[in-house]
């Protein structure tokens, strides 16, 4: 076991875990920050997604060894940020929710790609969401919301 | 008949730029031959380069398509991973979403610093991708245009401290605790073959 201290939503914490237990868990066990979902656990689906050091990173594959002093928002901080906020808003502007189980992967996704590309096309919305799976289908209610964040934004 | 002393330098000026196109590569770019090493030796050594550059450690990366591969099958990377413009990724969904600056064994997920995708220029598969030949990457890799300016004395130290060139020589554990398989030279052998080719002037087999 190892002690981390880590900077979540910028906040300090510390815990003491084994060096190999991936993110998500520290996230959701350790300091019961259930926001983030556990999908897949091998970087499959997306729904584990928090921002580490501002890219957008599956917490499923993450050790919390390789996090070091990078710091990390998850979507429980995500809305303090402009883009986070019109991203949230946005999402319930277009009621893209159905289930919500992976939403917040979603969420996390598209800020990076509205942080990265202000402005998407649909091929870029394709691309950058293209690793974020929805049971239930909310996929054009996805692409409109980052289209409308993204026309709240300019 | 007493040859006179210019015919005799013309004719040692001859017989020297004969033996320089005996060392010149047969590759789009020639380099002359800086020490005795054969061009039979270095042809001999850059296919044990080749064996190792068309490796899955190496060639997932060194794909002609908008995409990496996986695994020793090849298979197209999982999860609609992209390439993007500069090779590592698309914002939401960049190689570092998943690849750390080293390998996670304990998710099996490998990583190496600067984790991305070579340059188009650098392919070394066709769209179909299937693998080049011997030659076609010879050509390749010893074109400046394509290669980033590389020098041969360049490839060798990319050869010798790349991450991700050493990454191939240590690619970690799956995710089931089985280790990723590894190319056919050690990373010595690999780098004392660039190092025997690259003394032959960067020989390239002759087509195709």
Not at chain 1, 97 to 101: F, K, L, R, S, T
Not at chain 2, 34 to 37: A, Y
């Given at each position: 076991m190892e002690n981390y201290k880590l900077t979540i939503n910028g906040q300090a914490k510390e815990v003491t875990v084994d060096p190999g237990t991936p993110l998500l868990w520290v996230l959701r066990e350790e300091l019961k920050m259930t926001g983030t979902k556990f999908g897949c656990?091998?970087?499959?689906?997306?729904?584990?997604t928090v921002h580490v050091g501002g890219v957008a990173t599956r917490?499923?594959?993450?050790?919390?060894?390789?996090?070091?002093?990078r710091p990390i928002v998850t979507i429980e901080g995500i809305g303090k940020d402009p883009v986070g906020r019109a991203v949230q808003e946005a999402w319930v502007s277009e009621d893209v929710?159905?289930?919500?189980?992976c939403q917040s992967g979603q969420i996390m996704a598209a800020v990076a790609l509205l942080k990265g590309r202000p402005k998407p096309t649909d091929a870029d919305i394709e691309a950058s969401m293209g690793g974020n799976m929805c049971r239930c289908g909310t996929y054009v209610r996805i692409r409109e919301a980052i289209k409308t964040a993204s026309q709240h934004l300019a | 008949m007493v040859r006179s002393e210019s015919s005799g330098l013309r004719w040692l000026s001859g017989l020297l730029l004969l033996c320089t196109a005996a060392f010149t590569?047969?590759?789009a770019v020639g380099q002359v031959a800086?020490?005795?090493?054969s061009r039979d030796t270095g042809l001999v050594a850059w296919q044990q380069v080749y064996s190792v550059l068309t490796y899955p450690r190496c060639i997932n990366c060194h794909t002609a398509t908008n995409y990496p591969q996986q695994g020793d099958d090849r298979h197209r990377h999982l999860f609609n991973v992209v390439r993007g413009p500069g090779g590592k990724g698309v914002p939401g969904l960049n190689c570092a979403t998943c690849h750390q600056s080293e390998n996670a064994n304990s998710t099996g997920v490998p990583g190496g610093y600067n984790w991305h995708l070579a340059p188009l220029s650098m392919r070394?598969?066709?769209?179909?991708?299937n693998i080049l030949s011997s030659a076609e990457i010879c050509r390749s890799l010893t074109d400046r245009s394509k290669n980033g300016g590389m020098t041969g004395a360049a490839i060798l130290r990319h050869h010798q401290q790349e991450p991700l060139v050493l990454w191939a020589f240590d690619p970690g554990q799956r995710r089931d605790g089985t280790l990723r398989s590894r190319p056919p030279l050690t990373h010595e052998q690999f780098v004392a073959a660039t190092r025997t080719w690259v003394d032959a002037g960067m020989p390239c087999p002759t087509n195709p």
């Open positions: 656990g091998i970087s499959a689906c997306g729904a584990c917490s499923c594959v993450l050790p919390v060894s390789l996090v070091g002093n929710v159905q289930c919500g189980y | 590569p047969s590759g800086t020490s005795k090493t070394w598969q066709d769209a179909k991708d």
